[in-house]
């Protein structure tokens, strides 16, 4: 494995890996340790923490539906003292980044959340989980609405220490994935991830009700990651500067290397921890193996490859061998389409809503050619 | 030896149908030299490109030392995963974690201890009986089911155990009646001093009553309730909660695969499984509110 190629930067946080745990999915940690040495995550991301303890939902929370599962959870957890108390310095000792999924019932709450975690050390990043769709009260999601999340973000940002990077996480659940993601950089968020479950739903045959406790439930797993493949393909090409972790039914290293192509950084892995508890490790060297496979050098130069124009000719698949000496990737195109730079700074106002119509982030692939 | 458990790729060796259950002998010998009674395997269904995510956990019948280490596991087939199980045959390969969970504590003491268990997780019972005889300890077996072909390991009990009753709904095999019926007689039959329980989630709530009516400590297996909620079987999904009364006098959502499957009988809210009660850690601050809710 080329420990080289599969660097990766989320907005300044540099990671020895792109393959992650995704919130809510690895435990405190100890659990996966058993499993897997922790060194070798990307990061750990930790399940959404809030102000209080919380028992969450009651049982069933899981129900099991094609390629998938469907839960409803509540954000159980200990509330953000026992977190600090039991759970992040254990984590910081362990010589993986921790970012810290944060969740809460209000900016305000986020914010206190946010401040709460400035002094702790072993923070590497903060995770804003603005979509909460197990959490009983819908109607308050704030990933429905653009004004409602960048509330949350802005709040995070502003609470949050300036060298940590906040990501927002955001839900497919809404009309325009790529509204919502410019509305949450333009508050400051410094990278997305893209996505929190699919709301869905199941019935038991036998009780003949539905199969999770609150009705419905998310829907994650392979059975989702077509959609959250298309959601990280959109937001990539409205932003293309801003660092993307795909998430959503990685199960091996060319699900990542899709959501690479797709304009993603980093991945991240939920649901597939509960049935391959080493997966985390083993979807890095397939991932690796991938890129060598296609003479790919470093994961960047992969970076939303898939948004250049038709008529590229794609790089040939060999077998994983190591590429010979000088090798460039066939990839970079010739031209860089203009239009880019208006949607890239954090700040900049009046940014276009719509993704541009020529979407081709190649301007990072074009500058690394060596 | 070590306490970790391990994920590994097992050699089926046989698969066999018994009574109304199936038992699977599965090689795998790092996970039989960890074993300790009552803890529990997590069996991935469907193959390599499966689309059911969700790991099957079983206790385990009994641990070999034949072919470097043998595993044996008792299932009922319910489901679409379990007829996979069921359709295995000897040298399929199906991966498996283990062995996870809390064990059974032992007496320190060589006291006369009574195992009671019903439907196939009442299978779990019988690598405890080995485990308890070593230690000097008397055991007495009460198994239970609807029908006679539901109960699991009725003549294994008498071999081994100092004593064996059997009861049935139906009548079809031993006393007709149910196991917590039955309980009192055979705790002042046996003078049973510990009560260890293993098999549905009703049965362990009236395995709890009885031995605390009669002042025993009761240590019960959870299984059938994991079987039931849980995921993943590590402790990392959250999703096999129950309300456990501690120690302290909190109430807390604890895990059956991590924090059991083995938990003492009378910290079990039975009357609240599946529920959240009002009094637990964390849980909705006001009722009627959903959590999470504007009452905040
Ligand atoms: C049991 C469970 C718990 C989760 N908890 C959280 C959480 O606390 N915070 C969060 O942002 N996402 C949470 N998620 C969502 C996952 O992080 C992830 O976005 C989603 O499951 C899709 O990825 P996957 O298909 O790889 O699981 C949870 C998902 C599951 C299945
Ligand atoms: S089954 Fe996943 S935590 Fe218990």
Redesign the interface.
């Known amino acids: 494995m080329n420990s080289q190629r599969l660097k990766t930067k989320i907005a300044g946080l540099e990671l020895a890996s792109p393959v992650l745990t995704a919130s809510g999915c690895g435990g405190t940690g100890r659990e996966l340790a058993q499993f897997c040495e922790l060194t070798r995550l990307g990061a750990f991301v930790t399940t959404s923490v809030m102000a209080r303890p919380r028992a969450g939902r009651p049982t069933p929370r899981v129900a099991e539906t094609p390629s998938g599962i469907l839960t409803a959870m509540g954000l159980p957890g200990p509330g953000v003292e026992g977190f600090l108390e039991h759970e992040l310095p254990w984590l910081a000792e362990q010589g993986v980044p921790v970012v810290v999924s944060v969740a809460g019932n209000s900016a305000e709450e986020f914010a206190e959340l946010a401040a709460r975690l400035s002094g702790e050390p072993g923070v590497a990043a903060i995770e804003v989980n603005v979509a909460c769709p197990n959490v009983a009260d819908r109607g308050r999601m704030f990933a429905w609405h653009p004004g409602a999340a960048a509330a949350v973000v802005r709040a995070v940002r502003g609470a949050a220490p300036a060298g940590v990077p906040v990501i927002a996480k955001l839900t497919p659940d809404v009309t325009d994935i790529v509204t919502i993601a410019l509305a949450c950089v333009d508050a400051g968020a410094d990278a997305l991830t893209l996505i929190n479950t699919v709301e869905g739903m199941a019935i038991d045959h036998r009780t003949l009700r539905p199969a999770v406790t609150g009705v419905s439930g998310g829907l994650s797993g392979p059975a989702i990651r077509p959609i959250a493949l298309r959601c990280v393909y959109q937001v990539h090409a409205a932003l293309p500067r801003t660092p993307i972790i795909g998430c959503g039914g990685v199960a091996t290293g060319l699900d990542a290397l899709e959501y690479v192509l797709a304009g993603a950084s980093a991945v991240a892995v939920g649901t597939t921890l509960f049935h391959d508890p080493g997966a985390v490790p083993r979807i890095a060297r397939e991932l690796d193996e991938a890129l060598a496979a296609r003479r790919i050098e470093r994961l960047a130069d992969a970076v939303g490859l898939a948004h250049r124009p038709a008529g590229h000719a794609p790089p040939q698949v060999r077998p994983a061998t190591p590429p010979p000496p000088h090798t460039a990737p066939q990839t970079a195109p010739a031209a860089v389409p203009p239009a880019r730079e208006a949607a890239e700074a954090p700040a900049a106002s009046g940014r276009p809503a719509e993704p541009d119509p020529a979407p081709a982030p190649a301007a990072e692939v074009k500058e690394r050619t060596p | 030896m070590s306490d ?2 391990v ?1 590994t790729s097992a050699t089926v060796l046989t698969v066999r149908q018994v009574q109304d259950y199936h038992a699977m002998t599965l090689v795998a010998p790092a996970i039989a030299e960890r074993f300790r009674p009552g803890q529990f395997v997590a069996l ?1 269904v469907g193959g390599e490109h499966t ?5 099957r956990c079983f206790g385990v019948y009994e641990v070999k030392s034949d072919y470097g280490g043998t595993v044996e596991v008792v299932f009922a087939d319910t489901e679409p ?1 379990t007829a996979w199980l069921a359709g295995l045959r000897s040298r399929d390969k199906v ?1 498996v ?1 283990g062995p996870l969970g809390r064990p059974f504590r032992l007496p320190r003491d060589p006291v006369t201890c009574l195992l009671v268990g019903g439907g196939p997780g009442g299978a779990a019972l019988f690598a405890l009986a080995d485990t308890l005889h070593r230690r000097g300890c008397q055991v007495h077996f009460l198994l239970g089911g609807r029908t006679g072909k539901q109960v699991f390991g009725s003549r294994m009990a008498h071999r081994i155990g100092d004593s064996a009753a059997v009861t049935t709904e139906d009548g079809s095999m031993g006393e007709r009646g149910t196991v917590g019926a039955a309980m009192p007689r055979v705790i002042a039959d046996t003078g049973a001093e510990v009560v260890y329980g293993c098999g549905p989630t009703d049965l362990l709530r009236s395995i709890t009553r009885v031995a605390g009516e009669f002042g025993l400590p009761s240590q019960v297996c959870l299984e059938e309730f994991l079987q ?5 079987g ?9 309300p456990l009364h501690g120690e302290d006098g909190v109430t807390r ?1 604890v895990r059956a695969c ?1 924090d059991g499957p083995v938990l003492r009988g009378d910290r079990v809210r039975w009357g609240d ?4 009660p009002f009094d ?5 601050r006001v009722l009627g509110v ?5 009452a ?1």
């Open positions: 970790t458990p994920q991935a689309g059911r995510l969700v790991r995963g991966d974690i039931r909620t849980g995921a993943c590590i402790g990392v999904c959250m999703t096999c909660v129950l959502m991590a499984l599946g529920t959240i637990a850690l964390g849980a909705p959903p959590e999470g809710g504007r905040r």
